[in-house]
């Protein structure tokens, strides 16, 4: 694995939206499977769900609700995909990155913030009751989990003394940050599945609220947010691979392909978390959170920081 | 959808129910995630109020609803017929604009209730609702129903918090709610502050319990297990896990079409194992109160035993896997009247409790609202 | 290239204002929040531009957070206004009208006219660290211990401004065991 990140010429954006869709698509496919396969049909008959769902929500009929704000709407629903594409930006896959920020780990960080904004204002922009109520269930939990995934980010900057993640990926060299941080690679995974409003922490797009932010949208809107939810979970799980489990370390393969299997292998656990777990009511969440979670990952920063300053 | 004895001109095309001029709810989105089957239909609303209740189904989780998602027709009075129980196989619907009501069974239907002036809601008629609290002063100049939606008052909620007062009707018809049920809920943020509900009366009243099954001698054992497969289904649908949720609806699926009552009674094992054993399940579903006791001991409706859900669910599965297992049901003579002392307890127990804690506790009530049906019982909160 | 930059920080700059001033013309209070979010957001760009990253996407990254939290209680205590109806966001205008411009002609003509020092040797390779230790010098470890205490400040407002103290929750004696709430708390305390 190299020690320098190469930054590629901007015309290789472009395949970012590509490889992005292609997660998306891999991940919804998985789920789509493992709902077949809930529901006593085969496996593989469910692979295509996603692009059946593709091809019906593009010929869908657009609906609005009455008094509807729709420019804050869409401007969500729109939102959530942009996200994902900025979250990506300083992701390096291999050697190669589309752009080597200074800031990586924190850009990601503050990605993660601005879907709070998104999907508050997809839960207002609706004029719905049910819709709003799930936009506050999501800031509720976002409240929750953000302070306890800000604190997982620091342990991998400190022990990498950098924030830059060509940095951060090569001080896995020796040995992945995942196994000597725990806490942290759970708390983010936990808050990966929690911005994406996925699976345990799926409250705001419940269906004991009628699908919640996502109840009134149809159409092609409905279409870009719920692809902008599997983009984001698979931002999220590619950033985990990068920051945590070594980035394009492995034997044998060039470190893209390593790079690409670790973050399928990631997403799809995120995509199964879903169906094996209940949902988490956020209000009880919030004790958990503030009581348990936050001083135990305070302490895993502790022992990360003693670490590297005995280094 | 069959209209048959409608009077067709008080429906001339489904914008009848659209407020013209408004961009109103006119369409029904299916996503079904699982495309194979969507048999469930959603966002029929009908309301005019600033809120729209109960639109979504998406269905990432299929198998056959046998109640209708989100057709929320609050403000309608008269609906009678709405049978909605024995529904099965609704195709993808995807109401476009001019699409007429097809596919929907609404015999009996009278509309004679419905007065869709323009924009102005003063004429619907809502029965049982109380637009009383709406201060609609201050401001002077401004329009104070834009959209013609008044706008919402102020109240006290339940933590001492001026919240703006919502009212919403939680529909007839609702994923994993008892069919007919309409509660009306004067919401502050998702916070139920009173409600009130009602049951819709039935156009008549489906054979065998409301599970409709050609096989009427396997009889009560079989609709017993259906019954509550179906509320464990709801229940853990509600709690948001979906492939538990699954197992259950394909178990009852399975009975539903005449399968062997010991293959389920294997199913119903594994899936209560699997739901003992869901510590997560536990902690998410710990606080929650429902009324009633359990079905076992059914004399009293009301009792300060335990009205923990997750001990309710458990039990069903148990109850479930017993009568799979020995083919008898215990019957209960007074299943009814305690039924209907469940539905006059609903206000009391969602009174101060938020819009999930609520749904969970009426899905632990265990209403089967088709046997009630006949009797439309209204009672305050 | 510093052409760009130089045109993308004009345009940011007026976005900024113009967003800003967004605020106090719009009919909605979600709207409002979500323009100064905006502005925020312009301002953070402004500051990576000048290769402040750290500054910047930390700002953006706050200030969204809080414009998110913000709005709630703008709806909460001004919630009327869902429905897009005109209000007016503005009180006793005229002064605050002065005022506000006021303030912004000083501080403008201060960043125009004040005769800054030309460079003198070439930017820090951190300068996130550099300009760090110019603003706080060896008072960085006070920095840094008055930040927790700063947010236990905050809790503890919350908790004493809370109605309902332990003795509503368990009882005279403290004795209950599970507290007496509206929503059953995650770990039952």
Partial sequence: MADSIEQVAPAWAVFAPVVLAAFALVGASLNGALIAQANGRPFASGLSAPIDEIVRLMRQRRRTTVSADSLLWRIAGTGLLLVALLMIIPIPIGGWTLADLSIGVVWFNAMDGLVWGVIWLAGWGANSAYSLIGGYRFIAQALSYELPVMFALIAPAVAARSLRMGDVVAAQQDLWFVVWMPVAFLVFCASVVAFSSWGPFGSAAGRDIAGGVFAELSGVDRLIVRAGRYAVLAAGAAFAVAVFLGGGAGPLFPDWVWTLVKTVVLLSLFIIARHRLPAIRPERFAEVAWIIVIPLILLQVLVVAIVMVNR | MDMSGEDAGKHEHHDGMDMTGHEHHAGMDMSGEDAGKHEHHDGMDMTGHEHHAGMDMSGEDAGKHEHHDGMDMTGHEGHDGMDMSGHEGHKDMDMSEHDAHKDMDMSGHDHAGMDMSGHNHAGMDMSGHNHAGMDMSGHGGMDMSPGGIPLASGGDDRDGLEMDVLNVPFGPALPFWPAGLVMWCVLHGDVIAKAQVQLLGAGAVPPGDGVASENSTAGEARTRAILLCDDAFTLLSLAGWPSAASAAVRVRNELLQGGALADAALDLARLRRRVTRSWLLRWSLTGIRTAGSSTDHAHEATGADAGDIRHRLIEWLAEAEGICQSGLVSTSTHEDHRQSLLLSAIPGLVEGMDVASARLAIAGLGLHTAALAEVEVVAHG | MSVVIDVLFWFLAAAAIFFGILVFKVDSMARATYALAISFVAVGVMLMIVNLEFVGIITIFMMVMEMAIMGIYMVMFMGMNPALMPMSMVH????????????????????????????????????????????????????????????????????????????????????????ADPTRGGIGR
């Fill in chain 3, 92 to 179: 006793n205008r005229r002064w605050s009208g002065a005022l506000a411009i006021g303030t912004f002609i000083v501080l403008a003509a201060g960043a125009v006219l004040i005769p800054w020092p030309a460079r003198d040797g070439v930017p820090a390779l951190d300068l996130t660290v550099s300009l760090g230790r110019a603003l706080m010098g060896p008072k960085i470890l006070a920095m840094l211990t008055i930040s927790p205490a700063l947010f236990a400040t905050i809790v503890a407002a919350l908790v004493i401004a809370n109605p309902r103290g332990r003795y509503d929750r368990r009882g005279d004696d403290l004795k209950k065991r599970t507290p």
